[in-house]
């Protein structure tokens, strides 16, 4: 089974620069995560979907960050503009509904640098 | 005051150690209790998870919840340079809404097993 897939692997990019992540979930996974992890720090949530809908999106900051999930599969993530704040690893996960409490599968991250 | 706290070490102890990692919480909400390894460069990986308190065995690791205490634990026996890597504690709640799902994480601790 082939994992929970990000693209690209490194981004930098320039403060006030639009940057999107692209995350393609483990097949027949309905619920995807979108975490932020910063340097020393543990992940934090930003939006999680089930299916095409995001359920809890309250950790978003929506001023600049966006997400989408079109048919409920591959989902990308954007940030407009970026601010030198965002340089974090931008982490992906997915799980199957009915095994949520046993964890999720994390993707290998995004790593952003903001100069 | 974060929910969950961990001490981010590091941690550095000779092959064949016993290693002792630890998390505190505050919020008894939680239920579902889970360790995940994350290598340099890489997304985090489930290692363990357990439910409620008690104790669970997988191989060289060991898993201890006391929610009395609000405390987990992970042991690490026979302690090899493969288990070099940053060991995040997790944990998310049993009640349903938006939450539902939600892994809440520790800071991350640093172990370095050298030869």
Redesign the interface.
């Known amino acids: 089974e082939a994992g ?1 897939v990000q693209s690209p692997r490194y981004k930098i990019i320039e403060k006030k620069q639009p940057v999107a992540f692209w995350c393609n979930p483990i097949s027949g996974h309905n ?1 995807l ?1 979108w975490y932020r992890q910063n340097l ?6 930003l939006i ?1 979907y089930e299916n095409e809908e995001a ?2 999106d ?1 950790q978003l900051p929506k001023d600049r960050f966006s997400a989408e999930r079109l048919k409920g599969v591959d989902s990308t993530l954007k940030i407009q503009p970026a601010e030198l704040g965002d340089s974090a690893v931008y ?1 992906c ?1 997915s ?1 199957s ?1 009915l095994k ?10 995004t ?1 952003l640098t903001v100069v | 005051q974060k929910e ?1 706290e ?1 001490d ?1 070490g590091p941690l550095s102890v000779p092959e064949g150690a016993i290693v002792s990692l630890n998390c505190t919480y505050s919020n008894s909400a939680f239920q ?1 209790f ?1 360790w ?1 390894r994350q290598y340099s ?6 290692l363990m ?1 357990t ?1 409620s308190s008690g104790n669970k065995e997988d191989g060289r690791f060991t898993a201890q919840v006391d929610k009395s205490s609000k405390y987990i634990s992970l042991f690490i026996r026979d302690s090899q340079p493969s288990d070099s890597a940053t060991y ?1 504690c ?1 944990m998310r709640y049993n009640a349903g809404g ?6 809440t ?4 601790t640093i172990l370095t097993v050298h030869p």
Do not use: I
């Open positions: 929970v619920t995560y020393g720090q543990g992940p934090e949530l999680r359920v809890d309250s982490l996960a799980s509904t949520v409490n046993y964890g999720y599968t994390f993707g290998s991250g790593r | 969950v961990q981010p579902y889970m995940y460069r890489k997304g985090p990986e489930l998870y439910y995040l997790a938006t939450s539902y799902g939600k892994l994480f520790g800071q991350g």
